[in-house]
């Protein structure tokens, strides 16, 4: 086929939408300062770690309903050894949309699945 698409496999659903209720994982808890994320508006992003505390987590997420590229954001670890960073989404056309994504370590020993909800 001349103009044949090839389409990236969709990501499986995440159980955890970031909120301000912390979703649990196994050996993670994460948490968002607001319920939905507001494009270019700054949401804090918390996450804690049980066991090994790599330098620092990488957040990647791409839009479900709207290709939007992919967002990255590095969580820093604190003085408390969890580790935040400050969520700014890029504005989109919808009033509402899925970011879809995973918080994992350099090394891949941590992959927890996400989702963040965007609303204006």
């Known amino acids: 086929?001349?103009?044949e698409q090839k389409h990236a496999p969709s990501m499986p659903k995440p159980d955890c939408m970031l909120s301000t209720v912390p979703c649990q994982f196994?050996?993670?808890?994460?948490?968002?300062?607001?319920?939905?994320?507001?494009?270019?508006?700054?949401?804090?992003?918390d996450v804690e770690l049980v066991g090994d505390k790599p330098d620092h987590l990488m957040l990647e997420l791409e839009g479900v309903?709207?290709?939007?590229?992919?967002?990255?954001?590095?969580?820093?670890?604190?003085?408390?050894?969890?580790?935040?960073g400050e969520l700014m989404l890029p504005i989109c056309m919808?009033?509402?949309?899925t970011w879809r994504g995973t918080i994992s370590s350099p090394d891949e020993s941590v992959s927890l699945p996400v989702d963040v909800r965007m609303a204006r």
């Open 1 to 3: 086929m001349l103009f």
């Open 26 to 45: 196994d050996n993670a808890s994460v948490t968002l300062s607001d319920d939905f994320a507001k494009p270019l508006l700054p949401s804090n992003l």
């Open 65 to 84: 309903e709207m290709n939007m590229g992919v967002y990255k954001l590095k969580l820093s670890q604190n003085d408390a050894g969890s580790y935040s």
């Open 94 to 97: 919808d009033a509402k949309m």
